[in-house]
Nanobody, 121 residues
Framework: QVQLVESGGGLVQPGGSLTLSCAAS????????MGWYRQAPGKERELVAT???????NYADSVKGRFTISRDNAKNAVYLQMNSLKPEDTAIYFCNIQVRLRSYSVRQDYWGQGTQVTVSS
């Protein structure tokens, strides 16, 4: 079973920075996309940022210019650098990958367990 291990969450003051990391437990035949989503209390999970195989990135409007997604294919890892954090960024952040495990596998989604980010003074 594929496991995604996330780290880097925590408590930070408004205007501060955090870097989230997510590493997969194994290698894959093909990675289509890696990304981050978040879910605030009482709200639905929403896209934060994604990084596709062609190198293109996509960001939620609310984080553009403040967050940067990057990936390391050799380490099967994805990162989210978060700057100028705001209280409304408070949420559980989830790592997501879309992959084919083996050449004969179908494309599947995998999720991390989530890491809490709290922005508060």
């Amino acid at each position: 079973q594929v496991q995604l291990v996330e780290s880097g969450g925590g408590l930070v003051q408004p205007g501060g920075s955090l870097t989230l990391s997510c590493a997969a437990s194994e290698s894959f035949f093909r990675i289509y996309a890696m990304g981050w989503y978040r879910q605030a209390p009482g709200k639905e999970r929403e896209l934060v940022a994604t990084n596709s195989n062609d190198g293109s990135t996509n960001y939620a409007d609310s984080v553009k210019g403040r967050f940067t997604i990057s990936r390391d294919n050799a380490k099967n890892a994805v990162y989210l650098q978060m700057n100028s954090l705001k209280p409304e960024d408070t949420a559980i952040y989830f790592c997501n990958i879309q992959v084919r495990l083996r050449s004969y596998s179908v494309r599947q989604d995998y999720w991390g367990q989530g890491t809490q980010v709290t922005v508060s003074s």
